[in-house]
């Protein structure tokens, strides 16, 4: 077996010196699991462009699963999305921008559901003891922006069953927590890894068997 596994992660956001979703995008490229090989992307944090950067990177690499990531600072747990919503905050990107509307795409649906197994997948983070839980919102910024722009894309593709997509939040770093001087949850990069490696190995596994 063999082909790309797409990991995405953000740039730092928020007066954030670092975004542990990028780092560990980056950590992990070229890494191999289950004979698959990870391609690391670190997406901008802007409307519009992230939606350009993850189709353009799609169509380049031909993934056989998409696997995005994003930070939850303040979550003790690696979130397991299990929707993407059309729907988009009225919040300022990087750029300093805001969104074009409250509608990812207007004549869009809804929301699409999570294509990799996300109850194995929090199964498998806690079996290695990594807090893990299924979350039922990725919120309204980038994070659901890019879980709805991928599921969207491969959806319009004849493959959508052959290339399942999915998004996690991870927890910030302790030495985020230290700098920013309040008292929240924290989770190590090296833990946040470990999760990933765990997220993409467990879904291989599962989709496998379901041919």
């Known amino acids: 077996m063999e082909g790309n596994v797409l990991l995405t992660g953000f740039e730092p956001f928020g007066g954030n010196d670092i975004n542990p979703s990028g780092v560990v995008a980056e950590s992990l490229d070229g890494k191999q699991v289950s004979g698959f090989r990870i391609c690391g992307v670190v997406l901008p944090v802007e409307w519009g462009a992230t939606k350009e950067v993850m189709e353009s990177t799609i169509c380049r690499i ?43 795409c207007g004549q869009g649906p809804d929301a699409y559901f999570a294509t990799i197994p996300v109850e194995d997948v929090v199964d498998g983070l806690r079996g ?21 722009v991928a599921s969207k894309y491969v959806a319009e593709k004849e493959r959508r069953e052959q290339v399942p997509v999915g998004f996690i939040h991870v927890p910030a770093t302790p030495e985020m927590v230290a700098e920013s001087g309040r008292s929240i949850a924290s989770m190590d990069l090296g833990m946040i890894e470990e999760g990933v490696l765990t997220a993409i190995g467990v879904s291989i596994k599962i989709l496998a068997r379901r041919g």
């Open 62 to 104: 031909d993934p056989v699963m998409i696997l995005s990531l994003g930070l939850s600072s303040g979550s003790p747990d690696m979130n397991v999305e299990k929707v993407a919503v059309n729907y988009m905050s009225q919040a300022k990107d990087n750029k300093g921008n805001l969104p074009d509307g409250s509608k990812i």
């Open 128 to 148: 290695k003891g990594i807090p893990a839980r299924l979350s039922l919102s990725a919120g309204g910024y980038l994070c659901n922006y890019t879980f709805y």
